[in-house]
């Protein structure tokens, strides 16, 4: 599941101003079939000096929400965005996914996407949940 397309669509049919940052999502049930994902923001101004400049001051979240998005509804806006755009729904044509987050060096790494092997394009055969989430997994917290 690429959490950019579920925050952009969510973005579109809420009206959400451009300071509303999500922050948190979590999937339920916890530990069996995922139904749907909580998806956790607010608005967040931006950090204005120091070496955080620039990002979102979580200390003073103002208008608090919470989004349940029915993995079904997940899936369909990732084929949705597949079709409209051609770009692969997992990398969104940037060629790269996510491999691994420190958050206590403040890095992140990239590999070569794995469900277009690095074309950035949809892939011949790629229909209804072919590379979306894995409803199998274990429930996690991402920010």
């Known amino acids: 599941m690429n959490l950019r397309t579920i925050e952009e669509r969510l973005r579109r049919e809420h009206d959400l101003p451009d300071d509303f ?38 200390r003073k979240v103002a208008n608090k929400r919470v989004f349940n998005v029915p993995v ?10 597949e079709r409209d755009t051609g770009k692969c ?4 044509g940037s060629r790269q996914e996510l491999s691994k987050i420190n958050f206590v060096t403040d890095t992140t790494e990239y590999r070569t996407c794995s469900q277009c092997k690095g074309s950035g394009k949809m892939r011949p055969g790629n229909s209804t949940n072919q590379g979306g989430l894995n409803h199998e997994h274990e429930n996690r917290v991402g920010g």
Not at 50 to 56: E, H, I, K
């Open 72 to 81: 079904t509804d997940a899936d369909r806006w990732e084929d949705d965005y």
């Open 89 to 92: 729904r997992q990398c969104r």
């Open 21 to 58: 940052v999500f922050w948190a999502w979590e999937c339920f049930p916890s530990g069996s079939l995922t139904l749907y994902v909580e998806f956790r923001g607010g608005q967040c101004p931006r950090i204005m000096r120091g070496r955080r400049a620039g990002r979102p001051n979580y």
